[in-house]
């Protein structure tokens, strides 16, 4: 039998009696559980008993406790994803029965037919488990298989849950009590061990306490990557305040708007960054601040409920608080106390706005819980292997999703490396990645096309990455087979996907997979909100334990159904067995005036496979009396020279006519309208496309 490679078994509820009986003649048979579901406890809902019947004393049971296979049993542990229970390991049982649940005696040959998450490979020898990698080996016998199907039963899907209570301050403490010295976080030539961010966070921690910061208190975080907005951020989240990552791009009117709408009562800032003096924008998005005298005490009508601004680096300002490692202690304020403050949150509190900008329209600020990220950082690590021997790249920035659920938050529950620059640079980012031998490299795959056409791309070795996000930067035989998964802020990273390493059909290749564990989904019709058939396109709803709880100041009634659905605003086709494949956002489909419908991202997917096509964005744009036309915008890579009708041509060897954008404009990235967070300002596009169609 295969040990689960969890640390800490589950306990195993009761819930079916499977029965069976002992006939010498007949080869051994193999209890394959799957899907079993949890309770809210976090408890399996499994197998509990086993009786093993002789064929000779059918009527003279013998108790589990006296059959020397049942203890080996009684003792699995159930691991997520996955129970399989080998229950023969010398010994020949023939299925008789099975009480309390719907079962399936399925031959080896079809198991893959019942079984979704597994592969038979090597005929009836071997099976694969697609979320762990882990080998089963099978009797070379072919075995009589017997399935114990929950996917039918009234439970929750089985997550992976973390074995400690889902809290920052149980996370901060339980990793520095396994991993010590190990390094947590790498970054501008220094390291900050788990030890380290035990001893810092919990420091910066009480000195939040002391200046009357604490549990529900909005605090936001104002820095670039690195050691400090680690400790910052951990120190926050670990004694209840609710943490605001605050764009380190923002201007002054963008950081006011948000300064004000997440009611922040303390700010926790360097005080500049390259070009960026951020106590020079702060002043200029609060009007008032720079006349104020009294840390601590700041008033500013701009932003009414701040009080605190605690700034590190170089600073002359009257305003600023001093915190972190060069405050003061505070008597009243010790470890003991820092104990109790953290023993009052829960996993229900709330944890982190974070801000995330639409293509239309004021950002959204999704509010999650300790509960949610704890438990979803946890979860996602096994869809892109993160384990104790990680080395994780990343130079996504720490206040968007990617870099704080898929990097800061991920590799903590494993005691992984977190390597990460303030800002992506190729150069160092190459150097970095070979230095410190890099497994996992995590970004945009614009990314890794800039790292692949740098001058010292091919004097560094980078064979050590086995996984990433950024395909350009390894050779074809280390890139993702499958698709990429698909995610939102909302939603606390990705709510649908798959391993990226495991192949799939063509058809699946693109964006998509099953829903992440803990979470639903249905695709509708937009407008009527009804369910659409197997195969049709839609819009996906999703609800589940990582769905935010609200979005900050809306009423729920606006953000939810009333069944607890979370409109996305994308659009997917779902297969028979729950595949969901990504189509493109609801309010991109392009309507041409000959009524043709087009989906942008397909035409973006093909626009970029072009030689020499770094970014590619497809918009419908106004073309006088021709009406609504396909449209694009396109960024060469590196010093690529491109033209629109060369473009258009190699398009129409890939598109259907109508696909084939009209019109193409090469240009600057620097041309094109981005938000603060990154994405394409779609409707501002197509107004400077129309401008352009307009002049020719």
Known sequence: MLPPKDETPLAIAAFVNVVVSHRDDEPPITILVFGPAVDRTGRVIGVDEVEFVPTDEVNAPIEPSQHPVVPALQGVPATPFRACVDVIDEQRYQCVEVTGIKSHRVPTGQLADRLTGFDPIESNCRLIDRTRHDEMVMPRVPPRILVLDFRESNYPSLMPFPTITPTIAALVRSSAARFGDKPFVVADGHELTYADLERRSARLAMDLLANGIGKGDHVGILMPNGIEWAVAWFAATRIGAVAVPLNTFYQATELAWTARHADLRAILASSRFRNHDFLARLEEALPGLAGQQNPGRIAVRGAPYLRTIAVWGPCD????????????????????????????????????????????????????????????????????????????????????????????????????????????????????????????????????????????????????????????????????????????????????????????????????????????????????????????????????????????????????????????????????????????????????????????????????????????????????????????????????????????????????????????????????????????????????????????
């Open 317 to 696: 300002r009257a305003w600023a608080t001093v915190l972190g490692d060069d405050a003061a202690t505070s008597e009243a304020i010790d470890e003991d106390f820092l104990v109790d403050v953290e023993s009052c949150v829960t996993p229900a509190d709330d944890v982190t706005i974070i801000y995330t900008s639409g293509s239309t329209g004021p950002p959204k600020a999704p509010v999650h819980t300790q509960g949610a990220l704890v438990r979803h950082t946890y979860n996602l690590t096994f869809h892109y292997g993160v384990t104790n021997d990680s080395v994780m790249f990343t130079a996504m920035p720490f206040f968007w999703v990617g870099g704080l659920i898929t990097g800061l938050n991920a590799v903590i529950h494993h005691g992984a490396t977190l390597i990460t620059q303030p800002a992506f640079d190729a150069a160092e980012a190459l150097e970095l990645i070979e230095t410190h031998h890099a497994t996992i490299t995590l970004g945009w795959p614009q990314q890794g096309k800039t790292l692949a056409e740098h001058p010292d791309f091919a004097k560094r070795d980078l064979t050590s990455v086995t996984r990433t996000s950024m395909p350009a930067m390894v050779p074809p035989d280390r890139r993702p087979m499958g698709p990429n998964a698909l995610g939102m802020t909302e939603l606390c990273g990705n709510h649908v996907g798959v391993d990226p390493y495991v192949p799939q059909p063509p058809e699946r290749s693109e964006t998509g997979g099953l829903t992440i564990d803990g979470l639903e989904h249905l695709v509708v019709d937009p407008e009527s909100g009804q369910p659409v058939p197997i195969g049709i396109s839609g819009e996906i709803w999703v609800r589940g334990y990582s769905l935010m709880q609200r979005l900050y100041k809306r009423e729920r009634e606006d953000v939810f159904t009333p069944d607890g659905y979370y409109r996305t605003g994308d659009c997917g086709v779902q297969a028979e067995d729950g595949w969901i494949t990504f189509t493109g956002r609801l309010g991109d489909l392009i309507k041409t005036s000959g009524g043709t419908n087009v989906t942008p991202t397909e035409v973006e997917l093909a626009l970029t496979k072009c030689e020499g096509v770094l970014e590619a964005y497809v918009v419908g744009a106004s073309d006088g009396d021709h009406g609504t036309v396909v449209a694009a915008a396109v960024v060469p890579r590196g010093a690529s020279a491109l033209e629109g009708e060369t473009l258009r041509r190699q398009l129409r060897k890939q598109l259907s006519a109508y696909k084939v954008p009209k019109f193409i404009w090469v240009t600057d990235k620097g041309q094109l309208p981005f938000t603060a967070t990154g994405k394409v300002k779609k409707a501002d596009l197509a107004k400077q496309l129309s401008e352009l169609l307009s002049k020719r």
